[in-house]
């Protein structure tokens, strides 16, 4: 055997693999929740179930490659042309092709940071160069620092919000000034995984800044509020050509018959999603306050998950929460994110947070 292996792209090196939060304990063993991966807590609807086992019936079939049906439902929607709609494995799937559709080796890709810790394996395995903008001191998305950050390679900005790890959402004005100041020839990505969480009525809907701007795109998902994620759907609406770009770097067939047919049934139900999202905030809040009365600064959160800066004590504390029984991620040596989950595992980490603080 030849001990040369096959030549790989050497952008490749050093790019970490996705880190996924880690899973509760397995069944049998102590009791444990995962608070680690921003999903929704809620079992499927049996709705949205029926049609899933109604769709497996055909799974020897290729799915819909245009996801035409989903795809004429989301335009409804929104009041889009439905070529302005792309649908991808997640909204992480159609990420990493707006990514391959702008940026290559020597151009750059802005984002914030700390931010979705997928944007820097995104752009290094286009080829492209990452240029991350460290978060304001309130952990908010710098868009003065971002907008002195373009320079002329710039091909793509990410701006999450709200973001993940911490929360944080800019609003409207500053969102507005920012993109008045950014080069029409450069696409800003306003990546809305968890818009449906978002109460600050001043947080602006990116639906609406696309609409006046052919360089903005929109990131939405099925995984979060519509409880989605394993079955992998997510969408962009985009203006052309970009929509065109997405349509081209897809993988085909990469939305599942049963992901669509979910999707589609999920918009159908989706008093009652939202009516659990309501549900989730008010934990949500629930979890800031005591929180904040224990004595932790925590920064304002729009979506489904809280942040503490621990810094050194990042990974001590996420030990400490496993030991409780909830598990949560944290991102050394920045800080520890935790999802807002059942009732339950909430008092389990407040209760875990709060003996954490007594001993400090
Ligand atoms: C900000 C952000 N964008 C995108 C995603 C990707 O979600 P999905 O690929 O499940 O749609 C996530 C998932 O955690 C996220 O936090």
Redesign the pocket.
């Given at each position: 055997m030849s001990e040369t292996s096959p030549r790989l792209r050497a952008e490749l090196e050093g790019i970490p693999t996705y880190k996924p939060g880690r899973p509760a304990a397995a069944a049998g063993g102590p009791v444990a929740y995962k608070l680690s991966?921003?999903e929704n807590p809620y079992p499927p609807l049996p709705g949205v179930m029926e049609t899933v086992m109604a769709a497996a019936g055909s799974f020897n079939r290729y799915p819909d490659l245009a996801c035409t049906a989903l795809s004429q439902e989301l335009a409804g929607r929104f009041g889009v042309p439905v070529s302005h709609i792309a649908t991808g494995t997640?909204?992480?799937?159609v990420?990493q092709q707006l990514v391959q559709s702008t940026s290559g080796p020597g151009d750059e890709v802005i984002y914030a940071w700390r931010s979705?810790e997928?944007y820097p394996i995104i752009t290094r395995i286009s080829g492209a160069t990452p240029v991350q903008v460290p978060l304001t001191p309130g952990e908010v998305h710098d868009l003065d620092a971002m907008a002195r950050a373009i320079t002329d390679r710039t091909r793509l900005i990410f701006v999450?919000n709200p973001n993940?790890p911490t929360g944080t959402a800019v609003r409207r004005a500053e969102l507005e000034a920012f993109l008045d100041r950014v080069p029409k020839d450069i696409l800003v990505v306003i990546?809305e995984?968890?818009r449906e969480f978002i109460r600050d009525p001043e947080v602006p809907d990116g639906v609406e800044l696309y609409r006046e701007r052919p360089n903005v795109c929109v990131?939405r998902?099925?995984?979060?509020a519509y409880g989605l994620?394993g079955l992998?759907v997510?969408f962009a609406i985009a203006h052309e050509p970009v929509a065109a770009a997405l349509r081209k770097t897809a993988v085909p067939f990469g939305v599942s018959q049963l992901a669509q047919d979910a999707a589609i049934a999920s918009l159908n139900a989706e008093d009652e999603l939202l009516g659990r999202v309501g549900s989730l905030v008010c934990e949500r809040n629930r979890v800031v306050e005591a929180l904040r009365e224990q004595g932790w600064t925590v920064p304002e959160t729009q979506a489904n998950f809280v942040w503490l800066r621990l810094g050194e004590r990042t990974a001590d504390f996420a030990e400490a929460c496993e030991r409780a029984g909830v598990v949560v991620r944290g991102y050394a040596p920045d800080g520890v994110r935790i999802t807002i989950g059942e009732t339950e595992a909430n008092d389990i980490f407040l209760k875990a947070a709060e003996g954490y603080r007594s001993r400090l």
């Open positions: 991966s921003n997640g909204s992480v799937g990420a979705f997928a999450c993940n990546d995984a968890y990131l998902t099925f995984s979060k994620a992998r997510g």
